[in-house]
């Protein structure tokens, strides 16, 4: 994470934090352009990691709107095992949200809000055929999933 945090200051960020061992890093930008700021980040990590990393940036107001959404009802959010986000770098086609939803189950369930991905699990996740490498492969889109608890703990953290 030590390495992680040094490429991000040899881009001139400020503030640059990682935030648990999970690849997210909190940092602070004279520019707004996310269009701009993903693919230099990109570019960056590339050379010194030794492989191609997508990145997802979201600002600390959105993640604190991701923490708080409720893509399920309460009964349902309260039986479920597990509630995952996945992050995209932009909108679902319609075509790729029929995919998703035609991946639904009866332990796994959807819900699409921006470029975000709600993925209610209602059993165990190693039971469920669905995850990070299916979901790409078949919405051809790329993500990186988190637990919604990581999420609130950060939106909790950067609260401004």
């Known amino acids: 994470m030590a390495e992680l945090r040094g490429i991000f200051e040899a881009l001139g960020f400020e503030e640059v934090e990682t935030f648990i061992a999970s690849g997210n890093v909190i940092f602070t930008s004279g520019s707004t352009d996310i269009g701009a700021l993903q693919p230099r980040i990109e570019d960056h990590l590339r050379k010194p990691l030794g492989y191609e990393v997508t990145t997802f940036i979201r600002t600390v107001a959105e993640v604190a709107a991701i923490a708080q959404y409720k893509p399920f009802k309460e009964p349902q959010l309260q039986s479920a095992v597990a509630l995952n986000v996945g992050f995209l770098a932009e909108l679902l086609t319609p075509e790729a949200k029929r ?27 190693g039971e469920s055929k669905f995850s990070n490498t299916v979901f790409e492969r078949a919405l051809k889109v790329r993500t990186t999933l988190r637990g919604i608890n990581t999420i609130r703990k950060l939106a909790a953290k950067y609260a401004r």
């Open 99 to 125: 995919s998703l939803m035609s991946m639904r189950s009866e332990i796994d369930d959807f819900h699409v809000n921006g470029r975000e991905v709600y993925w209610l699990c209602k059993g165990k996740q």
